[in-house]
């Protein structure tokens, strides 16, 4: 399986701010990468694939960057509703899919 | 409008057996994999595995594998994750998601095994 780091795992950071997470894959996946967003009680929902397509309906502060191994998940200005955990997931197999940990962004 | 609509919750004691099901509506659902996913209380996310509806062709993460069968029924479009005998481990969040992509996820469904 392909192993998949987020960092890091916790995050503090306040209104405005500009955030950035990190997800480094085991071995090469080449854009084959999606960010979700999970908030409490809900669903994930997909914000980024193909790691730098935005999703339609996701707002344009959040980007995504990177090939191969290293990858980021960007928001450029923290909005209240943005709160949120979030994971990266490589798709480069559709069988062997595979989910980084989780990144908690908390308000500080 | 593309529905994934997941099977109510469930409150199962050890031992017994347990099907959810993944009730897909408003795009071809034999054309998109449908992958199933684990969320413990308080945990990340886990990849269970995946089906083709279209043939059936489906695929385990090797943590699950053997511990649960997935199947469908492209007839009444639907994906079902089944447990032939839960264990208090098994209480957590399922939930389904449209793949490749996941841009479309199920509501979930709770499973809770207490004796």
């Known amino acids: 399986d392909i192993q998949m780091t987020q960092s890091p795992s916790s995050l503090s950071a306040s209104v405005g701010d500009r955030v950035t997470i990190t997800c480094r894959a085991s071995?090469?996946?080449?854009?084959?990468l999606n960010w979700y967003q999970q908030k409490p009680g809900k669903a994930p929902k997909l914000l980024i694939y193909?790691?730098?397509s935005l999703q339609s309906g996701v707002p344009s502060r959040f980007s995504g960057s990177g090939s191969g191994t290293d990858f980021t998940l960007t928001i450029s200005s923290l909005q209240p509703e943005d709160f949120a955990t979030y994971y990266c997931?490589?798709?480069?197999?559709?069988?062997?899919?595979?989910f980084g940990q989780g990144t908690r962004l908390e308000i500080k | 409008e593309v529905q994934l609509v997941q099977s109510g919750a469930e409150v199962k004691k050890p031992g017994e057996s347990l099907k959810i099901s993944c009730k897909g509506s408003?795009?071809?659902?034999?054309?998109?994999?449908i992958g199933w996913v684990r969320q413990m209380p308080g945990k990340g996310l886990e990849w269970m595995g995946i089906?083709?509806?279209?043939?059936?062709?489906?695929r385990y993460s090797p943590s699950f594998q053997g511990q649960v069968t997935i199947s469908a029924d492209k007839s009444i479009s639907t994906a079902y994750l089944q447990w032939s005998s839960l264990k208090a481990s098994d209480t957590a969040m399922y939930y389904c998601?449209?793949?490749?992509?996941?841009?479309?996820w199920g509501q979930g469904t709770l499973v809770t095994v207490s004796s």
């Open positions: 998601a449209r793949q490749p992509g996941g841009d479309y």
């Open positions: 408003g795009y071809s659902f034999t054309s998109y994999w």
């Open positions: 089906i083709y509806p279209g043939d059936s062709d489906t």
């Open positions: 071995q090469s996946i080449s854009s084959y």
């Open positions: 193909a790691a730098s």
């Open positions: 997931q490589q798709s480069y197999s559709t069988l062997g899919v595979t």
